[in-house]
């Protein structure tokens, strides 16, 4: 075994150096706590955390050279194994190249861990090369922000120790980043002589021993959900769930809502759109005056879950009278038009648990309405709609919806892909991944990457063109896969989401839209990546087929830019204007 390198029962005694020790003793502590997939960028002044990372048996590296992309990477495999995941950066403007993944995690929920390497003191603001000011860089979207000093036998190795279980405790209460900088001075590298720290590590004699995490903090009883069951007895509830990590929880959800004769609309990121009592086109159906207004007939909305895709949603409560309850664990306000009258910072599970009775039967002609006015919609307009098979956007959603494989990830773009998916998807029933907490256009690539690698399964990416470009640098990702991964891009050209917006005619091109004339062929060679671009529907679900069976597949969509909204606004016109 090499010196200092921690692999065995006993904590090691003997380092060439003390930066090394501090970084062993940080690194071992994360594993302790069940954290074992480290990204990493490299860079010199980092290198002790890199080293400890890489030469510890339980530790999983993923390694890419670009800051931004490896924080979506990681924000992706933290999505799919609802783990946190370690960052080591270097220091400078690497840790600036954070910022973008740090923001997404803090809205998203995310429990990435930041450790970024920095100058000690005396180096910053000084012309020393490569020195920024990195103290508390990301400002409030951490939970948990310490400055860790240059290390110092002055300092006893307990510190170190407790401040992480400190900063791991606040995340497992408030899932979001965190984040360690950590001031290492010169030497960075092994050398030929050791050092024996025995003395300095005695005051962790029973941790250097075990496999435990120094700190243990014991978790208060889970508080049961507030005496609400009398408050439903009767009631009309609207069941809305939004984002969900768990599966099961969300099968709960459907079966509770079955159970008592409650519409369900669930959101495509819940990944309960394939249920069989979902109202799966409601967005579009609320359009209609007569399914809205049946809706607002509801008492009480109860949503699961955080964020909404759907705008028409997320108006309809803005305007619903009766009150509105929210099931979600956690502190992180999920209120955007202040409405919410309850929350129960619970899980499903628990909250179901508590009404595991059965409800008094509301008025189940309610729910027979709005379903019948909802198959009413589905046949009468959305069925025809789609089976012209125009290659359109719409449409390929719709085809892409009956051809997933069984259970396997997708994960779907910001802008158009996702409301187009949140439209019109009704069958998929598997894991779906998205940025939506700052629902920016940077990193998709990246975070798919992520998901993927830690799923070890076939993934599909359904992304916008203009997202695409934006990461073209995390296709070098790609290789570290070992499963299928197919790319559809939908290439309308540049910013088609700004054809649903009120942007003035003549500036929408050159300052929102910014058309690109690009297509993708090229890129896909110099990334050996399987190139498909179809001309047809039915030729678009032959060559997603053969891209199961491949390693790497991109499917490049090319479509108008104008036209999904034209289809939008027939199919709104029609919704509107129909009388059930």
């Given at each position: 075994?090499s010196e200092?390198?921690?692999?065995?029962?006993?904590?090691?005694?003997t380092?060439?150096?003390?930066?090394?020790?501090?970084?062993?003793?940080?690194?071992?502590?994360?594993?302790?706590?069940?954290?074992?997939?480290?990204?990493?960028?490299?860079?010199?002044?980092s290198?002790?955390?890199?080293?400890?990372?890489?030469t510890?048996?339980?530790v999983?590296?993923?390694?890419?050279?670009?800051?931004?992309?490896?924080?979506?990477?990681?924000?992706g495999?933290?999505?799919?194994?609802?783990?946190p995941?370690?960052?080591?950066?270097?220091?400078?403007?690497?840790?600036?190249?954070?910022?973008?993944?740090?923001?997404?995690?803090?809205?998203?929920?995310?429990?990435?861990?930041?450790?970024?390497?920095?100058?000690?003191?005396?180096?910053?603001?000084?012309?020393?090369?490569?020195?920024?000011?990195?103290?508390?860089?990301?400002?409030?979207?951490?939970?948990?922000?310490?400055?860790?000093p240059?290390?110092?036998?002055?300092?006893?190795?307990?510190?170190?120790?407790?401040?992480?279980?400190?900063?791991?405790?606040?995340?497992?209460?408030?899932p979001?980043?965190?984040?360690?900088?950590?001031?290492?001075?010169?030497?960075?590298?092994?050398?030929?002589?050791?050092?024996?720290?025995?003395?300095?590590?005695s005051?962790?004699?029973?941790?250097?021993?075990?496999?435990?995490?120094?700190?243990?903090?014991?978790?208060?009883?889970?508080?049961?959900?507030?005496?609400?069951h009398?408050?439903?007895?009767?009631?009309?509830?609207?069941?809305?769930?939004?984002?969900?990590?768990?599966?099961?929880?969300?099968?709960l959800?459907?079966e509770?809502?079955?159970?008592?004769?409650?519409?369900?609309?669930?959101?495509i990121?819940?990944?309960?759109?394939?249920?069989?009592?979902?109202l799966?086109?409601?967005?579009?159906?609320?359009?209609?005056?007569?399914?809205?207004?049946?809706?607002?007939?509801?008492?009480?909305?109860?949503?699961?879950?955080?964020?909404?895709i759907?705008?028409?949603?997320?108006?309809f409560?803005?305007?619903?009278?009766?009150?509105?309850?929210?099931?979600?664990?956690?502190?992180?306000?999920?209120?955007?038009?202040?409405?919410?009258?309850?929350?129960?910072a619970?899980d499903?599970?628990?909250?179901?648990?508590?009404?595991?009775?059965?409800?008094?039967?509301?008025?189940?002609?309610?729910l027979?309405?709005?379903?019948?006015?909802?198959?009413?919609?589905?046949?009468?307009?959305?069925?025809?709609?789609?089976?012209?098979?125009?290659?359109c956007?719409?449409?390929?959603?719709?085809?892409?919806?009956?051809?997933?494989?069984?259970?396997?990830?997708?994960f779907?773009?910001?802008?158009m892909?996702?409301r187009?998916?949140?439209?019109?998807?009704?069958k998929?029933?598997g894991?779906?991944f998205?940025n939506?907490?700052?629902?920016?256009?940077?990193?998709?690539?990246?975070?798919?990457?992520g998901?993927?690698?830690n799923?070890q399964?076939?993934?599909?990416?359904?992304?916008g063109?203009t997202?695409?470009?934006?990461?073209l640098?995390s296709?070098t990702?790609?290789?570290?896969?070992?499963?299928?991964?197919?790319?559809?891009?939908?290439?309308?050209?540049?910013g088609?989401?700004?054809?649903?917006?009120?942007?003035?005619?003549q500036?929408?091109?050159?300052?929102?839209?910014?058309?690109?004339?690009?297509?993708?062929?090229?890129?896909?060679?110099?990334?050996?990546?399987?190139?498909?671009?179809?001309?047809?529907?039915?030729e678009?679900?032959?060559?997603?087929?053969?891209?199961?069976?491949?390693?790497?597949?991109?499917?490049?969509?090319?479509?108008?830019?104008?036209?999904?909204?034209?289809?939008?606004?027939?199919?709104?016109?029609?919704?509107?204007n129909?009388?059930?």
């Open positions: 075994m200092g390198s921690v692999n065995s029962a006993t904590f090691p005694q380092f060439p150096n003390i930066n090394l020790l501090w970084a062993a003793l940080f690194i071992e502590e994360l594993v302790r706590n069940d954290i074992h997939d480290f990204c990493i960028a490299p860079g010199s002044r290198t002790p955390l890199t080293l400890a990372a890489a510890h048996k339980q999983n590296t993923h390694v890419h050279f670009d800051e931004r992309g490896l924080g979506f990477f990681a924000l495999l933290s999505l799919s194994s609802h783990k995941v370690v960052i080591i950066t270097t220091s400078g403007t690497a840790v600036a190249n954070l910022y973008p993944a740090v923001i997404e995690a803090k809205h998203s929920g995310i429990p990435l861990i930041i450790l970024s390497a920095d100058r000690p003191p005396e180096l910053i603001n000084c012309g020393a090369n490569q020195a920024i000011d990195q103290h508390a860089i990301f400002t409030h979207y951490p939970v948990f922000f310490r400055q860790i240059s290390p110092t036998l002055e300092i006893k190795p307990n510190y170190l120790l407790t401040t992480i279980n400190q900063g791991l405790v606040k995340q497992r209460n408030t979001a980043p965190i984040h360690f900088n950590l001031a290492f001075s010169e030497p960075f590298y092994p050398q030929h002589t050791s050092v024996n720290y025995r003395k300095y590590l005051p962790l004699k029973k941790w250097s021993t075990s496999k435990q995490a120094f700190t243990c903090y014991l978790r208060p009883q889970m508080a049961e959900a507030a005496s609400s009398l408050q439903l007895s009767g009631k009309k509830a609207l069941i809305i769930v939004g984002r969900l990590e768990d599966s099961n929880q969300a099968q959800i459907a509770f809502a079955k159970k008592n004769h409650y519409p369900l609309l669930a959101d990121q819940s990944s309960l759109t394939g249920v069989e009592n979902n799966f086109y409601y967005d579009i159906a609320l359009l209609n005056k007569r399914f809205q207004e049946q809706l607002a007939d509801a008492d009480i909305i109860i949503q699961f879950g955080d964020k909404l759907s705008k028409r949603l997320t108006l409560i803005r305007q619903f009278d009766g009150e509105y309850w929210l099931v979600q664990k956690g502190d992180q306000c999920i209120d955007p038009d202040h409405q919410l009258t309850k929350r129960f619970n499903a599970s628990q909250w179901i648990a508590a009404h595991s009775k059965t409800l008094p039967v509301t008025d189940e002609n309610w027979v309405m709005l379903t019948q006015q909802h198959q009413q919609i589905s046949q009468q307009i959305i069925k025809p709609f789609l089976a012209n098979e125009m290659l956007e719409i449409n390929i959603v719709a085809a892409l919806d009956k051809l997933l494989p069984d259970n396997k990830p997708l779907i773009g910001n802008s892909p996702i187009i998916a949140d439209m019109f998807m009704k998929n029933r894991p779906v998205s939506r907490g700052a629902s920016g256009i940077d990193g998709l690539l990246a975070t798919a990457v998901v993927a690698k799923a399964q076939v993934t599909t990416l359904l992304i063109d997202s695409f470009l934006y990461d640098n296709l990702l790609l290789k570290q896969l070992n499963h299928p991964f197919i790319i559809i891009v939908i290439n309308n050209d540049g088609a989401i700004f054809n649903l917006l009120p942007v003035p005619a500036q929408k091109q050159q300052f929102y839209q910014l058309p690109h004339g690009l297509t993708f062929a090229d890129t896909c060679k110099q990334f050996s990546i399987n190139y498909y671009q179809p001309s047809r529907v039915d678009f679900k032959s060559n997603y087929q053969k891209a199961l069976k491949n390693e790497i597949s991109l499917i490049e969509v090319c479509v108008k830019n104008d036209q999904t909204s034209e289809q939008l606004e027939y199919i709104k016109e029609q919704i509107k129909a009388t059930f």
